[in-house]
């Protein structure tokens, strides 16, 4: 399959599981997980009309970022280390993997610095998984606080990667634990916090059902990473 029909495979995939969730398919976006996979192969889906890519290195992502189309945007999803940030604050539309005050803090004197408002979504780990980043549900709120007293740091909402099982249904809960988490903060904080970036390639149908707004692809459009 080239680029063009696995991309209307995906839409299709996310838009039936929107369906028979009895979501608006629109409220359902594809992000290509892209870490691992050249820049020539992205230009493939780029031309088919994918035009934002989510990736998890700094330094992979602005070697991609070089040589796509300035009209292509960026999405970060993996760690951040504070020494990144001001490359990562240059290349990126939206940060999904805010995790600590130290960090939102950065975000906020790099972006001041570069006269730019950053859009992020703060990482909940709600497994406590050590081997994961994100930080505790217990810690979002505090978070948010700070964060949203940062003028040039705008949190647009969560993310979370649950536990790798075998079966997709076990991470139903935690994406409806992130839902629920998301709508507690919006009535507490009176702020809209619309994205809940979670799912993907086995579990994008229990995300989307859950209220997913982002679901990461990586290896269902690209194939298995080499
Ligand atoms: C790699 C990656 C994905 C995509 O995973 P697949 O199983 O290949 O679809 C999604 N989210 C994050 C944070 C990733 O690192």
């Known amino acids: 399959m080239d680029a063009a029909e696995r991309l209307q495979e995906w839409k299709e995939r996310l838009a039936r599981a929107a369906e028979s969730a009895g979501r608006d398919p629109a ?9 691992t996979v050249p820049a020539e192969r992205l230009r493939e889906f780029f031309d088919a009309g994918q035009t934002v890519f989510g990736e998890n290195r700094v330094q992979e992502a602005k070697a ?18 504070r020494n990144k940030v001001r490359d990562a604050v240059e290349m990126f539309e939206l940060i999904h993997s805010v995790d600590a005050a130290a960090l939102a803090e950065e975000i906020e004197k790099r972006a001041a610095a570069a006269g730019k408002v950053q859009r992020v979504l703060l990482e909940v780990n709600l497994a406590g998984e050590a081997s994961k ?13 700070t964060a949203n007293r940062l003028p040039h740091v705008e949190v647009h909402g969560l993310m979370t990667v649950p ?3 075998e079966d997709p249904e076990d991470a139903r809960p935690y994406f409806r634990r992130l839902r629920e988490l998301r709508d507690r903060l919006e009535q507490a904080s009176g702020a809209a916090l619309p994205e809940l970036s979670m799912g993907m390639t086995h579990d994008h149908a229990q995300a989307v059902a859950e209220g997913a707004t982002l679901v990461r692809v990586g290896t269902g459009l690209f194939g298995k990473r080499g």
Do not use: D, Y
């Open 133 to 145: 980043h994100g930080c505790r549900p217990e810690e979002v709120p505090g978070l948010l606080e």
């Open 163 to 165: 536990p790798v099982t």
């Open 64 to 81: 991609k970022v070089g040589i796509l189309p300035a009209s292509c945007r960026w999405h970060f999803i993996g760690g951040l280390q």
């Open 27 to 35: 409220g359902v976006r594809l992000l290509p997980a892209s870490k």
